[in-house]
């Protein structure tokens, strides 16, 4: 079964009518997952048969604007998703930050060849713009984990974090930040440099390009990716990881710890 991940920020007018054409398709092709039309673009994962999925990529790529959607394939061994479900939103990914407009706005995109260097320039500082419970099973080296409960609390803590940079006298020189598939990279990045941060970078395609691209004996990164199916988390090469939800906390957590959490340890 093909999993697609897939966001791309435009300017949709009526995305009701959007999703009216989306849901009847994605039914007829038999795929399942989740897809969130706003204003600001679309963004979603979904799986099916890979004539299926290129179908409907096809589809969305003809969608106003969307014809450099972002794409990132996987696979599983049945459908992650356990029905389609096609959603209008205020937002595709949830900042509360006002009108951004990342499509013009973000900051500038590493290719996952490029990271490495970047994110090795002592000059350079490195953010981890995902929720607690994600960063809690792997992120690069030396990243900064803000300890995000959810991405709304984003804006809040880097007004802080730029202030206590300020007051210290280290202002960054550059800040380069990355979070699993790049959507939330291009919103963060676009927030920093409405405060006035010029020098601001993001990995495109977000980690799960890197880890698809970049050889794990090349690789920065320590530990899996998780992502928000029933995978639960991936490594190196996109491969399935071996992390669990735990029942008691809801916390990716290895099979040990896992465990341990269920026992009250």
């Known amino acids: ?16 009518k959007i999703r009216e054409t989306l849901l009847p398709l994605c039914e007829a092709l038999g ?5 969130l039309v706003a204003g600001e673009g679309i963004n979603g994962t979904i799986s099916g048969e890979e004539h299926a ?3 409907l990529i096809s589809h969305v790529r003809g969608l106003p604007g ?5 794409v990132k394939y996987s696979e599983a061994s ?20 006002g009108d951004l407009d990342p499509a013009v706005n973000a900051g500038v995109y590493v290719e996952p060849e490029d990271w490495n260097a970047l994110i090795s320039d002592p000059d350079t500082v490195l953010i981890d713009t995902r929720n607690d419970y994600e960063v809690a099973i792997g992120s690069f080296k030396g990243a900064i984990d803000p300890a995000l409960r959810n ?22 020189t550059k800040i380069a930040m990355f979070c699993t598939g790049g959507i939330r990279c291009e919103k963060s990045t676009a927030y920093a440099r409405s405060l006035g941060f010029d020098q601001v970078y993001h990995l495109k395609g977000g980690i799960l390009k890197y880890l698809e691209k970049i050889p794990k004996n090349n690789s920065l990164w320590n530990g899996n990716c998780f992502v928000f199916d029933e ?20 916390w990716p957590v290895s099979e040990g710890e896992r465990h341990d959490c269920e026992a009250g340890v």
């Not at 795929?31 to 897809?35: F, P």
């Open 1 to 16: 079964m093909q999993v697609a991940a897939l966001y791309h920020f435009t300017t949709f007018k009526e995305p009701e």
């Open 31 to 35: 795929i399942k997952g989740t897809l």
């Open 53 to 55: 999925v290129a179908a």
């Open 66 to 70: 969307c014809a450099d959607v972002d």
């Open 78 to 97: 049945d459908h992650p998703f356990a029905r389609m479900k096609v959603k209008v939103k205020d937002e595709i990914v949830t900042m509360g930050a």
């Open 151 to 172: 991405f709304r609390e984003f804006p809040d803590w880097f007004q802080v974090q730029g202030a206590q940079w300020r007051d210290e006298g280290r202002m960054p």
């Open 231 to 250: 995978r639960v988390s991936v490594g190196h090469g996109l491969e399935l990881g071996s992390d669990q939800l735990c029942r008691a906390c809801g």
